[in-house]
């Protein structure tokens, strides 16, 4: 069976709201602010251990 997961990202000034589904059910929405802590914690969940691709429309 293959998953899909899909990454969300909504960027606006000061935050990006991200959520993030898996065979359609969203399974995490988190607010990073735009900056070096944000964009880490959106690395790791980009980056986490049930993605293996990430895949840009």
Do not use: C
């Amino acid at each position: 069976m293959i998953m899909r997961t899909i990454i969300g990202i909504d960027v606006s000034k000061n935050k990006a709201n991200v959520a993030v589904a898996t065979d359609l059910i969203v399974a995490k929405e988190l607010t990073v602010p735009l900056d070096a802590l944000g964009f880490n914690e959106l690395k790791h969940v980009v980056l986490g251990p049930r993605i293996k691709s990430v895949q840009v429309k």
